[in-house]
């Protein structure tokens, strides 16, 4: 059976079809998905019988283990954390604001994977902006203000001891382990080329940014507030709905995500992997 690729008709995104990736996958299939990947960004692949071997096998199979700090992994296994809220937790929802995986790293993971382990009859979408339909949609004289800039990325804000997720965060059913090493800082271009496609995109956002090389703190955030309202403008959005079965990869060069809630009452728990940044 060959692969059908069905665009979600928004900004990026399609639902795959035609692969079992309960089995291990020929090198053939794993090349045509990489090429469907960065074509569309986000891909869906529904009725899927995966369990967690299957997660690591396919994740090994498109890239690798990323590195995943600040997340103890689920028993038994090293790189697989567990995206999990359950149903009477009173906690700020997790990660809610837009942001590309761990892009505070030196080689941040290419991408990301999330197994619907345990999905809500509503809500809990998740929500993808296209990084390069953001850049590509300023006139000229809007992208000369951010070609050349460099972003200072840090994990500080939501896994410092002092952040989000630290010493005051109580009673969140994840195990998220906030530390020191947080407060590291890593520059990256802005606005990079991507890696495997050279089309350029706005890389991570406020949050994970923390500050512009050679820029005051306070006029780097007026900025980077300023491009956070354009990167995640609804024209650039992919809203996806989860089903059971279901495991979604993410291009982190490519998109933006952020979780949403209206799940009030009800568990979700998806099982996380991230994709090793490219070798080439
Ligand atoms: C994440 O950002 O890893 C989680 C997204 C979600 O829960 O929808």
């Known amino acids: 059976m060959g692969l ?19 089995a291990p996958l020929d090198p053939v299939t794993v090349a045509a998905l990489r090429r469907v990947w960065l074509d569309h960004h986000v891909l869906a692949f529904p009725d899927q019988a995966m369990d967690d ?14 590195e995943d700090p600040f997340f103890a992994p689920v028993p038994g296994r090293q790189h697989i954390a567990a995206i999990r809220r359950e149903a ?29 382990i345990d999905i809500p009859p509503q809500g809990g979408d998740t929500l993808f902006a296209n990084q390069h339909a953001a850049w590509e949609a300023l006139c000229p004289a809007e992208q000369a203000r951010y070609d050349h800039l460099v972003a200072i990325h840090s994990a500080r804000l939501p896994y410092g001891p002092d952040g989000t997720y630290g010493a005051r965060d ?23 080329a991507h890696p495997e496609t050279g089309r350029r995109g706005f890389y991570s956002t406020l949050g994970y940014i923390v500050g512009i090389e050679d820029m005051s703190d306070a006029d780097a955030i007026d900025l980077l507030a300023e491009l ?11 809203r996806h709905v989860w089903e059971p079965d279901m495991l979604v990869m993410w291009d982190n060069r490519s998109v933006l995500h ?19 940044a490219w070798n080439g």
Not at 53 to 66: N, S
Not at 88 to 115: I, K, M, V, Y
Not at 228 to 238: A, H, I, K, L, P
């Open 4 to 22: 059908r690729v069905e665009p979600s008709g928004q900004a990026c995104g399609a639902r795959i079809t035609g692969v079992d990736l309960s």
């Open 53 to 66: 071997d299957a997660l690591e096998r396919f994740t090994l199979a498109l890239g690798g283990f990323g």
């Open 88 to 116: 009477d937790e009173q906690t700020p929802l997790f990660a809610e604001n837009w942001h590309a995986d761990w892009s505070f790293q030196a080689r941040p993971p290419a991408g990301t994977c999330l197994l619907a």
């Open 170 to 192: 109580k009673g969140r059913s994840m195990d998220i382990r906030p530390g020191e090493s947080a407060l590291a800082v890593q520059s990256h271009p802005l606005v990079p």
């Open 228 to 238: 956070q309202t354009w990167q995640g403008d609804e024209r650039f959005v992919y």
């Open 258 to 276: 952020k979780a949403s809630g209206g799940y009030e009452g009800y568990r979700r728990e998806l099982h996380r992997t991230t994709i090793a």
